[in-house]
Structures are given as structure tokens and as C-alpha cells.
């Protein structure tokens, strides 16, 4: 009996304990929303990779007299779908995070309400994939091949330049990459082949990188803390497919202050693809005014500053300045490989079957 | 009024259930959590998936897209399922029956595998058994090889290791608690009349165990047919179970009509096992547990057989459940840069930066978050978890002692083989408007975790209460106890190791959960496996060091808890 009762006051002092230590705001439940006092909440609906600074935030929060609630939804695509599934009460009023890979699908799911931000003026036409605004560009970066600098210079070999040079015997079993089916990042490396080989030809070269001992996984995060050499995972192949900003985190995320990252970015024609983000006002939004303010602050020059180093994306913005990590490592390509969004939404899940007919079979 | 008059006759004979059968009273709250918060949201999924098959017609070859990931998914858990037993089974017996220097500090260790997210196991295989992981240097060192000899990542082999690494702990913990209790006298008898130990072993305490192996054996199988993550991570891309198709389906697909039928394919298994599991279980009345006196029937190793086989015991629990995590716990420690400049041996000196980083934010994110404001959070939902599904499972194995009911029991198995995913998107489904809406409630998070952890608090407590002879009760009712004072003072100390055991399962189950909780827990309020996530999901050392520190973290904050709970029922 003694035992029973020391089992149930263990666990009440534990909850007292976890209740009482370190709670710094008295509500342990966030406030629901209560329209009729304080501010307004509005809802943003993102994936996980999103972030921000906290004074950027708070800075609209202040001048808006809102309170901004973010709700992440698992990655890019496993967020959209979350979207467009509940598209019929709304979870959120602002949706952010959609890529060109995904636009079509969106657009097609008629989820976003159209707006036409005056700040699009300040945005280069290459990014405004939408012509009726509902999606506006906010951001972009490139999926591109990184490279291990001292595996390189310790073998004394070149470096593959492009994506045909990866199927040649030097570079055996060298290069890893995602999976399209459960991978963004594998299913922009995907379509860059596509767009450099044509649809008739990306296969032949899979074929070919199979052959040559390309090594598949699941997702971004395995591909490059477990294999890639580069990383301080420590893995086994020297290539893998990453981003172009890849280089520049590996100089703000070092352990001791480096100045060269140990890794970079291979800018061949075709070898990198460009990603370009999204967000739009969800469709039946019951604060139209105050989400066309919120779109209007990401695309701002505060916001979009803030962005790299956050996120490490490129802002969209042309007056928004890059920050000296970016400007010193991390290069765009000059010939990035591009696909059309409505070709990439009707062949997607065609070509990823096809693809995984061919590699994983 | 002749409706008024059928309603209530219907009400009368309703009321009548509830005065005749006492037990229907009892599953109601087990019954009412499980049809909102797992057969409502899971019905809502089945009935849109259902609508888009219709208006967007079937993909043709639909059994070729079942057919092959169902195969591998009963292949390869029957496998992980058969291995778990092989090692979990004696180290029951040797944990059960033996006390040893250290022994508490191994039965936690143990636990621990338990709760670390798939990706940080992933990293730990890395580090002991990768290309370039400890193991392998070690051998081209050794042997002066120029290839790694070992290549364990991407196989089958690696699969069932890591099932084997984080199930065994359900056989060491439901076996173990029943064997500890075990009527010694059973055995003793069977010598004196001349069995040989082997004899005994194979005739009076394997059948005598044979409740808690198979319930054990169950949750084990169900854990690894449901298997997403270490499919995913460490067997890469070549193997699909049934979870990871539906995941593949639903979310980056958006094909609902597949997802679906995979979805109901597993739960149809799921009902299936389950019913075979009742019929295997109940065919033969248990021999009564009595309470034991504290401490007997476990005693310290003689001779040098009984002490070679706890010692041989012990090393191979440490190699395969603890090592790894010594592993990571050691590289949380380890300056990790990424070599530059030239190759050559890397400076690897020790230090503490990854943990003092923990403390920082460097970036000034809204998203940043203490590592203890993170570790409170991780506790506040496991206690939460632990008390609800506690409460329920007893209201559960109650019910079904009063009111014996094999498709209720299956019933309570189910949220174990239901996909998590489908299960996700029922929530998103149907919890989208107040009052139940996912955006303003942190407390479904326990509630998902809850689903998951009822089945093994029904298991764990079901085989112990049967096992109660109800002349025990009776005796104690005729001397004059109260029902109350009956169940504090005959039920609750036969069952204490087991409710102890279901204690730890569910919290720990609470404390790594990674899926569910990062689809509703609002980002302001991460648990521990959600900070690691977020550290890994950037490039560069230090994220890294921190991903590792943070895991860290979680396995001291899990390791003292279950200590803790261990200590206070010993």
C-alpha cells in the first residue's frame, strides 16, 4: 500500500513540479481567440522550415494591433495538402510556403484568393508564376549539387561540372540524393534532369547514375548529416543534392567561427533548379484587410532582409539587400534549369513512378 | 405518440442494459474517447477518400500497389517480431529472477530506445555501424583494409536490428513484471517431482507466462507492422511497408483513394491479429497470480553458470540497446566540425559547446526555444498522457473483466494498427471549429498520444487482472471489506508492477513521439524531439552538435523519470 501511495504522490509532484518550474507566462494554455478583446489573431498556415526573427514579427504585430499565430504542417507538400484538404472551413487565413513544384496543384484546389500587392512592383517578373496573383513569389533559392572541398582536394580530382560528368567512372558511388516520392529536395533534382535530358531522356540517365552507384534515401536531413562527407555527419559520399545556400549555413552554423565553409556549390548549367516560394490569402479569410497587410509586410524590404538567415532563401524583393554570408558563399548559378509549373502539376506523379520504376525496382 | 411511446420503451430497455449489466457502465468513457478522438476522424478520412474514388475513378492497377508493400510489411515484422522475443524473453528471465550490481541502472537503459526519434537512431546507427562509423574504422584499422567491410544501412538487416533496438524493451518490461511474479511454488513442485529445469522451464513457466509473452508479442508485431520511420530512414527507399506507402499517398500524392484502402487494408489485419491473439489467449484460465512477498524468487547469480549468464546477459544488452546510444550521447560531447582545408585527422577534442548553444539564440527566432522550456513542455504532455490513458485503460480491462466482450478487446487494439498519417488527417478532417478545433487545443496532443498508449495499458493490466483468483475477493468481501477497500488492498498490489509497467510505457511513448505531435502541437510549445527536428533541418556543425545535445537531453530527462518511477514501487 505504501508503494501505491508514494507511486500517486510521485506523480503529483512531478506535475506540480513540471507546473510550477520554469513557467514564465502564467497561462500554460495559449488564449484562445477572443474577437471581442485585445488584438485580432490571424492565422498563418506554413511548414516546418519557416522562421523569422523575433522583432520583425513583433514590429507588425505592434503597428497592425495583431497577435500572428503560425501553425506548421510537416513539409512543403504534407502542408499544401493539409490546406487544401480542410480548404472548406479554413484552418488559417494566410498560406505560406507553396513552391513552383506544388503551384499548380494549388491553384488547381483553388485555395488562394487573388491579390494584387503593390509591392509586386518591386519583384522581377522571372518569379510571378501566377498571373492573377493569387500566388505571390516571396522568396527563392536553388537545389543544387554541394560538394566535400577536402575529399576533393585530398583525391586530387576534378570536380563533376555537369550532370553528365556524374556518370562517368570517376565519380562512382560519389553522389547521394532524396527520394521524389517522399522528398522535395529529391523531386527538384528529378526535374532538373528532366528539364537538361527531356522527357525522353531523363530515364536513360537515371538508368546510367544507377549504374554508377548513386545512392538514394529517404530525405533531405539523411542525405546530408548520414552520408554526405561534408557535413559533421560524416557519411560516405562526397556529393550530395542540397541547396546553394547550403555553404553559407555551414559558415553561420560552425561550431568555432570558420572562414571558408567546407563545403560548395557545383553551378554548372543545368545542375541546379530553381525553387521559388509562394504565399496567398486562403480563400474565405474573414480578415481579407488584415492578411493583404500581412502579405504585404513578407514581401516588404524588412521581411524579406530578414528571410536568409533565417530560412536561408533568397528574397525576391530587388531592394532587399543580401546579407555579407550570402554575398561571400553562396553563388547563384548563371543557367539555372527551369520546368514550366502546369507541365510539372500534369506529369509529376507520372514521372515519379517512372523514376522509381527504373531506380528502385 | 406512438413514436413517444416506442422512444420510450426503447429508453426503458436501454436503462435495463445498464441495471442488468453493471460492465456497460464502464466502457462508456473508454468507448466515448475512442468514437471521438479515433473512430470519428478515421470515418471522416475512409468516407472523402471513398467520394474522390467515385468521382475520380480508381488507378488500374491497384492490387500491384497493395500487394507488395502488404507482403513485406507481415514479412518483415514477423522477423523483427520473432528476434525481439528471442532476446527480450531471456533477458525477462534474467532481469526477473537475478539481482545484480547496476542492474536498476540497465533495466532504464533499456527503456531507453524506446523514445528517441527515428532520426536520431538513425544518426546513431551511423555513427556505430556506417561506412565510416566506428565499427567499420575500427576493422579497416585492424585488419588494414581499404573498403568498409560492413554494410549494414539500407538492408533488411538494419530494419530488424533497429526494431529489435527499440522493441525489446516492451518484452523486457510485460514479461519481465509477470515473471517477477511468478508463484515460485509452481516450479519448486515440478522438481520435487523430478523435472529437469529444462522440464520445468518448458512446461510450468513458459505456459504460465504465456499471457504476457503473446500480449507482449502482439504490441511488438503491431509496432513493427505499423513501422514508418526506421523503414524510411534507415532501410532508405527500396523498402515500402503499408505506413510508408499511405504516407507517400496521402501527403505527397494526394492520392486519398489509395491512402485509404491501404489505411482500412491495416486495420483489417490489425482486427484479424487481434481476434487470433484472443483466441490463442483465452482458450485456458490462467493459474492464479498471488501476491508475491517482495523480493522473492529474484536472487543474486551462483556459481559460475548463473553468473556467466547474467554477465553474458548484461554485455549483450549493452551492445545492442546501449551502445548506440552511448554513441550519440559521446558525439554530443565531440567537437564535430566538418574537416576543411586538408584531410587528415580532424581535431576531436571534447566539449560542452553544443550544450551551452542550446541556451542561445543566435538568430533572434520567434521559433527558438529553451531546452528546458522544451523538456517541460515533452513532460507536461508524457504526465498528461500517462494519467489519461491510465484511467481509461483501467475504466477498459474493468469493463472487460465484468462484462467480457473479445470484440470490445479488439476494439481497444485497434488505434495501435491504424495509420498514424490517415489518422492525422482525420483530426485536420473533422476538429477544424470550436469547440474541438486543432488550432486552440495543445491538450489533443496528449489525447493522440493517449490512442497510442491505450492498447499497451489494456494489454499490460488485462492478463494481470485475470490472473486474480476471485475467491481472493470474495474471501476478503465476506470478512467484511468494502468493494473500495477490496480493490486498494487485494487488486491494486497484485497489479502494481504492471501499472507501474504501463506507467513507463505510456510516458515514454508520450516523450518520444514525433508525428502526431508536430502536427498539432503549436510551434510555440515544441517538445524535445520537435527542437531536434528543427536543429537538423538546417545545415552546419553546430545544428548538429545541438540535434545530438538535444537528444541527449531527452534521453537524461526520460533515464531520470522512469529511475524515478522504478525506485518508487521497488
Request: contains cysteine.
Given at each position: 500500500m505504501m508503494r501505491i501511495s508514494r507511486l500517486v504522490t510521485f506523480f503529483l509532484a512531478m506535475t506540480l513540479l513540471v507546473g510550477a518550474c520554469a513557467a514564465p507566462s502564467t497561462s500554460t494554455v495559449p488564449p484562445t481567440q477572443t474577437p471581442q478583446s485585445g488584438p485580432v489573431t490571424l492565422t498563418v498556415m506554413t511548414h516546418d522550415s519557416f522562421a523569422a526573427s523575433k522583432d520583425v514579427i513583433a514590429t507588425f504585430e505592434q503597428q497592425n494591433n495583431v497577435k500572428l499565430s503560425f501553425l506548421k504542417s510537416g513539409d512543403a507538400g504534407a502542408a499544401l495538402n493539409r490546406a487544401i484538404l480542410s480548404k472548406d472551413t479554413p484552418l488559417a487565413d494566410v498560406f505560406y510556403g507553396v513552391d513552383n513544384t506544388f503551384l499548380s496543384r494549388a491553384l488547381d484546389a483553388d485555395i488562394y484568393e487573388p491579390y494584387a500587392s503593390p509591392l509586386l512592383s518591386s519583384i522581377p517578373a522571372e518569379f510571378k508564376l501566377d498571373l492573377q496573383n493569387r500566388a505571390l513569389p516571396v522568396d527563392f533559392g536553388d537545389v543544387c549539387i554541394n560538394y566535400d572541398k577536402a575529399f576533393f582536394a585530398q583525391k586530387n580530382?576534378?570536380?563533376?561540372?555537369?550532370?553528365?560528368?556524374?556518370?562517368?567512372?570517376?565519380?562512382?558511388?560519389?553522389?547521394?540524393?532524396?527520394?521524389?516520392?517522399?522528398?522535395?529536395?529529391?523531386?527538384?533534382?528529378?526535374?532538373?534532369?528532366?528539364?537538361?535530358?527531356?522527357?525522353?531522356?531523363?530515364?536513360?540517365?537515371?538508368?546510367?547514375?544507377?549504374?554508377?552507384?548513386?545512392?538514394?534515401?529517404?530525405?533531405?536531413?539523411?542525405?546530408?548529416?548520414?552520408?554526405?562527407?561534408?557535413?559533421?555527419?560524416?557519411?560516405?559520399?562526397?556529393l550530395v543534392v542540397s541547396y546553394n545556400s547550403s555553404p553559407a549555413a555551414e559558415v553561420v552554423y560552425a561550431t568555432t567561427p570558420i572562414d571558408q565553409p567546407p563545403t560548395g556549390s557545383i553551378l554548372g548549367k543545368?545542375?541546379?533548379?530553381?525553387?521559388?516560394?509562394?504565399?496567398?490569402?486562403?480563400?474565405?479569410?474573414?480578415?481579407?484587410?488584415?492578411?493583404?497587410?500581412?502579405?504585404?509586410?513578407?514581401?516588404?524590404?524588412?521581411?524579406?532582409?530578414?528571410?536568409?538567415?533565417?530560412?536561408?532563401?533568397?528574397?525576391?524583393?530587388?531592394?532587399?539587400?543580401?546579407?555579407?554570408?550570402?554575398?561571400?558563399?553562396?553563388?547563384?548559378?548563371?543557367?539555372?534549369?527551369?520546368?514550366?509549373?502546369?507541365?510539372?502539376a500534369k506529369n509529376r506523379d507520372a514521372w515519379i513512378k517512372a523514376w522509381s520504376e527504373v531506380i528502385l525496382k | 405518440m406512438k413514436r413517444r411511446a416506442a422512444t420510450l420503451a426503447g429508453?426503458?430497455?436501454?436503462?435495463?442494459?445498464?441495471?442488468?449489466?453493471?460492465?456497460?457502465?464502464?466502457?462508456?468513457?473508454?468507448?466515448?474517447?475512442?468514437?471521438?478522438?479515433?473512430?470519428?476522424?478515421?470515418?471522416?478520412?475512409?468516407?472523402?477518400?471513398?467520394?474522390?474514388?467515385?468521382?475520380?475513378?480508381?488507378?488500374?492497377?491497384?492490387?500491384?500497389?497493395?500487394?507488395?508493400?502488404?507482403?513485406?510489411?507481415?514479412?518483415?515484422?514477423?522477423?523483427?517480431?520473432?528476434?525481439?522475443?528471442?532476446?527480450?524473453?531471456?533477458?525477462?528471465?534474467?532481469?526477473?529472477?537475478?539481482?545484480?550490481?547496476?542492474?536498476?541502472?540497465?533495466?532504464?537503459?533499456?527503456?531507453?530506445?524506446?523514445?528517441?526519434?527515428?532520426?536520431?537512431?538513425?544518426?546513431?546507427?551511423?555513427?556505430?555501424?556506417?561506412?565510416?562509423?566506428?565499427?567499420?574504422?575500427?576493422?579497416?584499422?585492424?585488419?588494414?583494409?581499404?573498403?568498409?567491410?560492413?554494410?549494414?544501412?539500407?538492408?533488411?538487416?538494419?530494419?530488424?536490428?533497429?526494431?529489435?533496438?527499440?522493441?525489446?524493451?516492451?518484452?523486457?518490461?510485460?514479461?519481465?513484471?509477470?515473471?517477477?511474479?511468478?508463484?515460485?511454488?509452481?516450479?519448486?513442485?515440478?522438481?520435487?517431482?523430478?523435472?529437469?529445469?529444462?522440464?520445468?522451464?518448458?512446461?510450468?513457466?513458459?505456459?504460465?507466462?504465456?499471457?504476457?509473452?503473446?500480449?507482449?508479442?502482439?504490441?511488438?508485431?503491431?509496432?513493427?507492422?505499423?513501422?514508418?520511420?526506421?523503414?524510411?530512414?534507415?532501410?532508405?527507399?527500396?523498402f515500402a511497408t503499408l505506413e510508408v506507402e499511405i504516407y507517400t499517398q496521402a501527403l505527397q500524392m494526394l492520392n486519398l483513394p489509395l491512402a485509404g484502402l491501404l489505411s482500412a487494408i491495416q486495420l483489417l489485419c490489425t482486427l484479424l491479429l487481434t481476434f487470433v491473439y484472443a483466441r490463442l489467449g483465452n482458450n485456458k484460465q490462467p493459474v492464479p497470480l498471488m501476491p508475491r512477498l517482495q523480493g522473492e524468487g529474484t536472487r543474486s547469480p551462483r556459481g559460475w553458470r548463473q553468473k556467466l549468464l547474467v554477465a553474458g546477459m548484461a554485455a549483450i544488452l549493452l551492445a545492442l540497446l546501449v551502445s548506440p546510444l552511448a554513441a550519440l550521447a559521446l558525439r554530443s560531447f565531440t567537437r564535430l566540425d566538418a574537416d576543411r582545408g586538408e584531410r587528415g585527422p580532424v581535431s576531436r577534442g571534447l566539449t560542452l559547446n553544443y550544450y551551452r548553444q542550446l541556451f542561445i539564440n543566435p538568430q533572434q527566432s520567434i521559433f527558438y526555444v529553451p531546452p528546458v522550456q522544451a523538456a517541460r513542455n515533452s513532460l507536461v504532455y508524457a504526465l498528461a498522457t500517462t494519467g489519461l490513458s491510465l484511467s481509461l485503460g483501467f475504466l477498459a480491462v474493468y469493463a472487460m473483466q465484468i462484462q467480457p466482450s473479445r470484440e470490445m478487446e479488439a476494439l481497444f487494439m485497434l488505434p495501435l494498427g491504424a495509420s498514424a498519417v490517415t489518422l492525422g488527417l482525420g483530426f485536420i478532417l473533422v476538429f477544424n471549429r470550436p469547440p474541438l478545433d486543432v488550432r486552440s487545443m495543445p491538450w489533443l496532443v496528449p489525447v493522440a498520444h493517449s490512442l497510442v498508449a491505450l492498447p499497451f495499458v489494456v494489454r499490460t493490466l488485462q492478463p494481470v487482472l485475470q490472473s486474480i483468483p476471485g475467491n481472493l475477493r470474495q474471501s476478503a468481501a465476506v470478512l467484511g471489506a468494502s468493494p473500495w477497500r477490496v480493490w486498494l488492498e487485494v487488486d491494486l498490489p497484485v497489479m502494481l508492477r504492471a501499472v507501474l509497467v504501463s506507467a513507463i510505457l505510456s510516458f515514454t511513448i508520450s516523450l518520444g513521439e514525433f508525428g502526431a505531435t508536430s502536427f498539432l502541437a503549436r510551434p510555440e510549445y515544441p517538445t524535445l524531439p520537435i527542437a531536434i527536428f528543427r536543429f537538423l533541418s538546417l545545415p552546419g556543425a553546430l545544428n548538429y552538435g545541438q540535434a545530438l545535445a538535444m537528444a541527449t537531453v531527452l534521453m537524461a530527462v526520460c533515464g531520470i523519470s522512469i529511475l524515478a518511477m522504478d525506485k518508487m514501487s521497488v
Open positions: 580530382l576534378a570536380l563533376p561540372q555537369t550532370l553528365e560528368d556524374l556518370i562517368k567512372p570517376e565519380y562512382h558511388a560519389m553522389l547521394v540524393t532524396e527520394n521524389p516520392a517522399t522528398s522535395s529536395t529529391g523531386l527538384v533534382f528529378l526535374l532538373a534532369t528532366i528539364a537538361h535530358f527531356g522527357e525522353n531522356g531523363y530515364l536513360d540517365y537515371w538508368k546510367s547514375l544507377g549504374n554508377n552507384g548513386v545512392v538514394v534515401v529517404d530525405g533531405w536531413e539523411t542525405a546530408y548529416y548520414t552520408n554526405f562527407s561534408g557535413s559533421s555527419g560524416k557519411g560516405a559520399q562526397p543545368d545542375t541546379c533548379f530553381r525553387q521559388v516560394e509562394f504565399v496567398g490569402i486562403l480563400k474565405g479569410t474573414k480578415q481579407r484587410a488584415l492578411a493583404e497587410k500581412f502579405i504585404d509586410f513578407m514581401l516588404g524590404v524588412k521581411f524579406q532582409e530578414d528571410m536568409p538567415l533565417q530560412m536561408f532563401v533568397y528574397p525576391t524583393n530587388l531592394q532587399a539587400k543580401l546579407p555579407e554570408v550570402f554575398t561571400k558563399f553562396a553563388q547563384l548559378p548563371a543557367e539555372p534549369a527551369r520546368l514550366d509549373p502546369l507541365v510539372i | 429508453l426503458e430497455q436501454i436503462g435495463a442494459v445498464f441495471t442488468r449489466h453493471p460492465g456497460v457502465w464502464l466502457w462508456l468513457l473508454p468507448l466515448l474517447f475512442l468514437g471521438v478522438f479515433f473512430f470519428y476522424p478515421l470515418g471522416a478520412v475512409f468516407r472523402m477518400a471513398v467520394e474522390w474514388a467515385f468521382s475520380q475513378g480508381w488507378a488500374v492497377d491497384v492490387w500491384a500497389q497493395v500487394a507488395h508493400p502488404l507482403f513485406f510489411t507481415i514479412w518483415q515484422a514477423l522477423l523483427s517480431t520473432l528476434l525481439t522475443l528471442a532476446l527480450g524473453l531471456p533477458a525477462a528471465y534474467v532481469l526477473a529472477r537475478y539481482t545484480f550490481p547496476g542492474k536498476a541502472v540497465l533495466q532504464v537503459l533499456t527503456t531507453l530506445p524506446f523514445i528517441l526519434p527515428t532520426i536520431v537512431v538513425a544518426a546513431a546507427f551511423n555513427a556505430l555501424l556506417g561506412p565510416r562509423g566506428w565499427i567499420n574504422v575500427l576493422l579497416i584499422q585492424f585488419f588494414g583494409l581499404t573498403n568498409p567491410p560492413l554494410q549494414v544501412m539500407n538492408t533488411l538487416g538494419v530494419i530488424l536490428l533497429a526494431h529489435v533496438f527499440y522493441n525489446t524493451t516492451v518484452v523486457i518490461r510485460i514479461v519481465g513484471s509477470a515473471w517477477s511474479q511468478l508463484d515460485l511454488h509452481l516450479e519448486q513442485a515440478g522438481r520435487v517431482l523430478g523435472a529437469s529445469s529444462w522440464k520445468v522451464t518448458w512446461e510450468v513457466t513458459l505456459p504460465l507466462l504465456r499471457p504476457s509473452i503473446l500480449a507482449a508479442s502482439l504490441l511488438v508485431f503491431l509496432f513493427d507492422f505499423t513501422s514508418f520511420g526506421v523503414i524510411l530512414l534507415l532501410g532508405g527507399p527500396h
